[in-house]
């Protein structure tokens, strides 16, 4: 007997950053393989079809009022969640991130009743532990909205342990890591290269992410400028928000000629096909989608070894990790791969062999499918 499909609230942020990504990635496997998926956010999440079979979007209305100085996003939200749950008898929330959302789901359960409630499960991304976790201001609202989660996952066992000791939680804590499907190519990388005017010869270093604080592109400049002055390359920069503040740098360091940046890209696939090697210098990640991203185009990468970062990146088997804040040994293993084509398709496609392994869709998101049963089933 087949088990019977699900209808499953996610909510989760629209923006470029990894756990709207994640959740519309989820999303939209979830409704390929059959299950009713609605999605609530305040704006579309970016790669989410709406189009696609099974997939409804419900927008989050704010509205503004004189009163507040700062307005509310929680209680529309909840509200929404709320009524889109008694009109579509929902069975789960699945909250990504967990301000305001898992507190939003909370309330959305109290305004129905538990017993016709959804069940919530909570995945924490990141900066929801690392960051307000650690805010006086936050931390209780966080832990109550948790310590009332049917489950809570964590994308990394790096994450779970920061989890466990950043709150007080009764109940436990999962991993699922994340995972990723690269979309089908739109041109060659021959076309991508011209496109970007870059020779088929040279060298690309490849680096893609949402450019706030904690991605450092200060030490993303200055270990590429330490590599280029070893020997010709260039950087390719996918910059989810304003690349801007990073000019005055980028003249400085006189890299102006070597450095290309494209802002708010859609098509990430196809230009990360146009790159030989990803680099990465956050100061944290709890695991760091835009590498597995990297990784499943066969491109080595190079990165801080920080966080959640080693699940992901095998070092020796998908590229080389070094010791936070560290510049020459960044810049070295550029030039090592710069210098040894071979070397680099070698751990380029090991790295892809170990991506398709452990971070494929089919591979993760029935552990999300099993989480949804088994809270539903245990009523836990
Ligand atoms: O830091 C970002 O890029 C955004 C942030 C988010 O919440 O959208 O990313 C977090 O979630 C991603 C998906 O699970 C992880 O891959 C990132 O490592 C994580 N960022 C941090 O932990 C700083």
Known sequence: MTAPMLKIGITCYPLIGGSGILATALGMDLARRGHEVHFFSYAQPVRLDVSAPRIHFHPVVVNEYSLFRYPDYTLPLAVKMANCARDHALDVFHVHYAVPHATAAYLAVQMLGEEHAPRIVTTLHGTDTTLLGQDPSYRPAIEHALSHSDAITTVSESLRSETESTFRLTQPVEVIHNFFTPAPALRSRVEMRRELGLGEEEFVVVHSSNVRAGKRVDLLLRVFA??????????????????????????????????????NVTDVSDHLEAADAG???????????????????????????????????????????????????MAASLVQLADAPEITRRLGESGRARALREFSAERIVPQYEALYRRVLNSGT
Not at 240 to 259: C, I, K, Q, S
Not at 302 to 314: D, N, S, T
């Open 226 to 263: 330490a590599a280029r002055a070893r020997r010709p390359m260039r950087l390719l920069v996918l910059a989810g928000n304003d690349f801007a503040p990073f000019r005055p740098l980028l003249e400085e360091l006189g890299l102006d000629g070597d450095v290309i940046v494209r802002e």
């Open 279 to 329: 680099l990465y210098t956050s100061d944290n990640e709890s695991f760091g989608l835009s590498i597995l991203e990297t990784l499943f185009h066969a491109r080595p990468v190079v990165a801080y070894r920080v966080g959640g970062i080693p699940e992901v990146l095998v070092e020796g088997e998908a590229g080389f990790m070094h010791p936070f804040g560290e510049i020459d040994a």
